[in-house]
T-cell receptor, first 113, second 114 residues
């Protein structure tokens, strides 16, 4: 079953604007990861945030995690047309679960030039 | 080049036929995973393996089978028992101990049942 739920399902913005995507989950996690998928391709790992972290940055990416609300957000600042892709959150419950990832439904981001 | 490869990129199958999708990695990763992705949706776990000669069912294992005879290889067979096999199949791998916890994905195989 899909644990993660993401919103919005689709987001269309202009180049230079910021894009924010949200993810909610249901069970306890060891870490939460964000992945990007270009159309028809495999997924690429973007960033990982552990359950004891609240915020993490990587270049133009900023991820927050609120374990009390079981939610995370991904912010892409100063977006570019090349950021157009689907973005997925994935929760990892740890080694006791076989280090499985449970993916959300994804947010389709379109950045217009 | 190090990485994870899947073949073929596109695969067509007639109803009632079994078909095997290939997944190979030369990253020396311990665990390997198979996911199914339907249009506009997220990934669902079919099977995973943490060690050679051992594997576990994921959330949607019915109609699929796997083997893990070598660390580098984790082929997926889509059997005739899978009622709706047309989908995009993704293979992934990761290091288990001391790794970064991220999964590395192959480019995917798009299976179409005619």
């Amino acid at each position: 079953s899909q644990q993660g739920e993401e919103d919005p399902q689709a987001l269309s913005i202009q180049e230079g604007e910021n894009a924010t995507m949200n993810c909610s989950y249901k069970t306890s996690i060891n870490n939460l990861q964000w992945y990007r998928q270009n159309s028809g391709r495999g997924l690429v790992h973007l960033i990982l945030i552990r359950s004891n972290e609240r915020e993490k940055h990587s270049g133009r990416l900023r991820v927050t995690l609120d374990t009390s609300k079981k939610s995370s957000s991904l912010l892409i600042t100063a977006s570019r047309a090349a950021d157009t892709a689907s973005y997925f959150c994935a929760t990892d419950a740890g080694e006791t679960s076989g280090s499985r990832l449970t993916f959300g439904e994804g947010t389709q981001l379109t950045v217009n030039p | 080049d190090g990485g994870i490869t899947q073949s073929p990129k596109y695969l067509f199958r007639k109803e009632g036929q079994n078909v095997t999708l290939s997944c190979e990695q030369n990253l020396n990763h311990d665990a390997m995973y198979w996911y199914r992705q339907d249009p506009g949706q997220g990934l669902r776990l079919i099977y995973y393996s943490q060690i050679v000669n051992d594997f576990q069912k994921g959330d949607i294992a019915e109609g699929y089978s796997v083997s893990r005879e070598k660390k580098e290889s984790f082929p997926l067979t889509v059997t005739s028992a899978q009622k709706n096999p047309t989908a995009f199949y993704l293979c992934a791998s990761k290091i288990l101990a001391g790794g970064s916890n991220e999964q590395f994905f192959g480019p995917g195989t798009r299976l179409t049942v005619l």
